[in-house]
């Protein structure tokens, strides 16, 4: 069986094809961030167009690659949500189309199951029940998995995502879009320990997170402190630690609460090599194993929906007929493959 994947929920096209037998055998990924970077973050009318011009020619190119014809395609996912609304639609628009086209399989990916289910695709995949903490521009979820479809949200961001701070801090720092990078990159030039922020909600029980007064602080302190690289370096640094030790603390409280022995960390913020190794002496503390998508796939991409789509359409999960999409689709409304 080979599927094709289909990823428009934001500002990125991924195209990708994978098979049972083979496993992924190509991905294509374009990305638009030179044409936002104008607007200072993701303008949706224009994402939308974006994918119109690129998803049927990326498609031709994954094919070529796999040295396949799309009638060899026997499945199509697309993201069906969470996301921007006409970005989605022409994602769901052209699989529907393709699949009455080649009579074949239809279904929509939950953008954020692609996401926890990316590090499958890995050499070394982690083994179910495992630990997910997943961190995106819009979304932070502190996940207990026990296997596909069979997902228990712990704790969730309950205002601002840590994708989303990472990119309004980098703002009020006047650095280009898109911010998350830029900031890693300012903050190793950073004094450790000259700026202390808050970490929230770490001194109170529970799960749950929240990025607003942190991104507050910040504000109060690039407006009431000098403007120069070494003091836009400190916030940076400042920045980035409390989010880093916000993470590994509540990431400590899960691994002990759900007695699991596997952590998976997905999403784009978990390509910062902070978070990273913050998390990774968590997990050495705690004995526990720890595994990441490639750094290509925490952004994202076809080959996550590709995957998770055939997961699931392998064991008959189809789109109804008159299916739409998803902008707003909370993680723990799916089922297991299959309706379980």
């Known amino acids: 069986m080979i599927t094709l994947g289909i990823e428009t929920s934001c500002d ?3 195209i990708a094809l994978y098979s049972d037998d083979a496993g992924l055998i190509a991905h294509r990924l374009h990305s638009q961030a030179a044409t936002h970077a104008e ?4 303008v949706p009318e224009l994402a939308s167009r974006d994918h119109i011009r690129r998803v049927l020619p990326l498609i031709e190119d994954c094919l070529t690659e796999a040295g396949l014809s799309v009638a060899d395609v026997d499945g199509i996912a697309y993201t069906r949500g969470p996301g921007l609304a006409g970005a989605l639609l022409v994602g769901a628009a052209v699989a529907e189309s393709l699949g009455w086209a080649l009579d074949c399989p239809v279904l929509g990916v939950h953008h ?8 499958m695709l890995e050499p070394d995949p982690p083994r179910f029940p495992f630990l997910a903490l997943l961190v995106s521009g819009g979304h932070t979820l502190l996940v207990q998995v026990a296997g596909v479809g069979r997902y228990r949200v712990l704790g969730e961001s309950l205002d601002d995502a840590a994708g989303e701070a990472f990119d309004k801090t980098a703002k009020l720092l006047g650095l280009p879009y898109p911010g998350g990078p830029e900031l890693e990159a300012l903050a190793r030039d950073g004094e450790a320990g000259s700026l202390r922020f808050p970490r929230p909600m770490t001194d109170r029980p529970g799960l749950d997170f929240s990025f607003s007064g942190l991104k507050t602080a ?5 407006r009431d402190g000098p403007d120069d690289l070494a003091r836009r370096a400190a916030v940076a640094r400042a920045f980035q630690d409390a989010v880093v030790d916000t993470f590994a603390i509540k990431v400590r409280r899960a ?8 952590l998976v960390v997905a999403g784009g913020v978990g390509a910062n090599q902070a978070l990273r190794d913050g998390l990774q002496s968590v997990a050495r ?10 750094l290509a796939f925490c952004t994202d991409n076809g080959a996550m929906i590709a995957y998770a789509g055939h997961c699931r359409l392998a064991a008959g999960e189809r789109d109804a007929a008159g299916t739409d999409v998803r902008p707003r689709w909370p993680l723990d409304e ?3 493959p299959g309706g379980g």
Do not use: F
Request: charged residues 10%.
């Open 334 to 336: 799916l089922l297991s």
């Open 285 to 294: 503390a705690e004995g526990v194993a720890v595994a990441y998508p490639r």
């Open 255 to 262: 691994l002990r609460s759900s007695g699991v022995s596997h």
């Open 12 to 14: 990125e096209t991924g």
């Open 218 to 222: 910040v504000l109060n302190t690039v």
């Open 112 to 119: 954020m199951e692609a996401h926890l289910l990316a590090p």
């Open 39 to 42: 607007y200072g973050g993701v």
